[in-house]
């Protein structure tokens, strides 16, 4: 028990000494060192390390890399050996469409060229006023929205639109007789 009580004593008095307190002289802070390297001393274990220890881990350090090393390759070889027919298959399923998207470029840049070219040729004889162009244009939004699928679409947004008015309505708190005033 008189072990215990000196080692609290020597823990207490190197608290005190690391306290910051301001009155603690150089003397004082080396006795407080002093006590508590014993307090260490007392109570820690005295630890060796075996001579071969870093022999030992520079070792292993070394299998582990190599093992590393070895899966590398074994993953480098197997992703090359997979990517090549990965590879040829995307070339000939992606062809076919990487030559029609090039055609429609083609086909397109020369209308739009020739468009252009007809338009410049004719510009002073040709142009279609204001009104005819927003009368082809309502026609063609009238063909659009004419067609059953787009309606049905369109009713439905505005159904998913009310619903997410109502959702937030009733988020914020508002009850349905606050919005219909």
């Known amino acids: 028990m008189g072990e215990i009580d000196e080692l609290e004593r020597r823990y207490a008095r190197w608290r005190e000494a690391e306290a910051g307190e301001p009155a603690v002289s150089d003397a004082e ?19 060796s390390v075996r001579d071969t220890f870093a022999d030992d881990t520079m070792r292993a350090v070394a299998e582990a890399a190599a ?67 927003l009368a082809g244009m309502g026609r063609a939004a009238g063909a659009f929205i004419a067609d059953p699928k787009v309606t049905l679409a369109l009713l439905v947004l505005h159904g998913v639109a009310i619903a997410a008015f109502m959702a937030l309505q009733r988020l914020l708190g508002a009850g349905p007789e606050e919005y219909l005033q």
């Open 67 to 133: 093992h590393d090393a070895a899966r590398a390759r074994r993953v480098r070889r197997w992703g090359v050996a997979a990517s090549l027919p990965v590879a040829a298959l995307a070339a000939y399923f992606g062809t076919g469409p990487l030559l029609s998207l090039v055609s429609w470029l083609l086909v397109t840049g020369i209308d739009l060229f020739v468009t252009t070219l007809v338009w410049l040729a004719s510009s002073g004889e040709a142009r279609p006023d204001l009104w005819s162009v």
């Open 29 to 47: 802070a080396a006795a407080a060192e002093a006590a508590f390297g014993a307090l260490f001393a007392a109570t820690m274990p005295d630890v």
